[in-house]
């Protein structure tokens, strides 16, 4: 289909990767799909039947017996596995412990790519995830690899746990969201590296409007091009 357009954002763990592409995707008029919430349901799910985590074979055959739906609405995303609403429950440690493991399957990562594809066939699109613009969608029209130091993303996940009541302390915080870089980076399939033509944007010390803004900028660039 003609005049489709993709945006592929990936990047490290709470990099701010689903919250700037949610609100580029509002304001551009396109459909923003957060591939990171199905591999987060198939961990929920398997984990609620007691499937081996570390049987490939099984999780697949689990996978194809799963529906998983991102549906959106005014008040935002909601993620439903067979018709349940997970939404938060698949952002529970449990699950954010166990995704790493789950994603790195090749049998896993071929059916879920595939339902990504389909999911941007016939809208324009924000994507977000770990392989968006090397694999999900090589021929998107803007790649963005959104970065921030370490510290300043366990900065940004204690804010999130204390507007939710908890208070982990700010080392464990680093500690998992470096393990889980390191797992993502270094899977044998299509694990987490910046696209060759991906735009690297070091959000740090910048607020959440201006990495939006400079999202809209390279799109409209890319439009007017
Ligand atoms: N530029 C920014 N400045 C300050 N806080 C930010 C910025 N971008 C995102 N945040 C906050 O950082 C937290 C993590 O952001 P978000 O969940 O979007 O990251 P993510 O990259 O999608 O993470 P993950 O891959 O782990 O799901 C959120 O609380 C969000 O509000
Ligand atoms: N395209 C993707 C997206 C996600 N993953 C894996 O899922 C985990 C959870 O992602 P979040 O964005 O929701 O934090 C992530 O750590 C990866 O293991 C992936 O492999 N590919």
């Known amino acids: 289909m003609e ?3 993709q945006v592929a954002i990936d990047g490290p763990a709470a990099a701010g990767k689903s919250t700037v592409a949610k609100i580029a995707a509002k304001k551009l008029g396109f459909v923003y799909i957060d591939t990171g919430a199905m591999y987060r349901s198939l961990t929920f799910k398997a984990l609620s039947e007691n499937v081996n985590l570390n049987d490939s074979h099984q999780l697949k055959q689990l996978l194809d017996r799963t529906e998983i739906q991102l ?3 005014e008040l935002g995303q909601k993620v439903y596995v067979d018709g349940e609403d997970v939404t938060e429950r698949i952002r529970y440690p449990d699950v954010t412990k166990q995704v790493s493991l789950v994603s790195s399957y090749e049998e ?27 694999h999900v969608l090589p021929n998107a029209q803007v790649k963005i690899f959104l970065i921030a130091s370490v510290d300043e993303r366990a900065v940004r ?37 910046k696209a060759e033509d991906a735009i690297a944007l070091d959000t740090t010390s910048l607020s ?8 809209l900028h390279y799109v409209k660039e890319k439009q007017l091009s």
């Open 108 to 134: 896993v990562r071929t059916e879920m790519v595939a339902r990504q594809r389909k999911l941007a066939e016939s809208c324009s699109v924000v994507m977000d995830g770990r392989d968006i613009g090397t």
């Open 208 to 215: 959440i409007e201006e990495v939006v803004s400079q999202i």
């Open 157 to 193: 996940r204690y804010r999130e746990e204390e507007l939710k009541g908890r208070h982990p302390s700010m080392e464990s915080l680093r500690a998992a969201i470096a393990l889980r870089d390191k797992k993502d980076m270094e899977r044998e399939v299509s694990p987490l590296v």
């Open 71 to 73: 549906v959106h609405d």
């Open 3 to 5: 005049n489709l357009f």
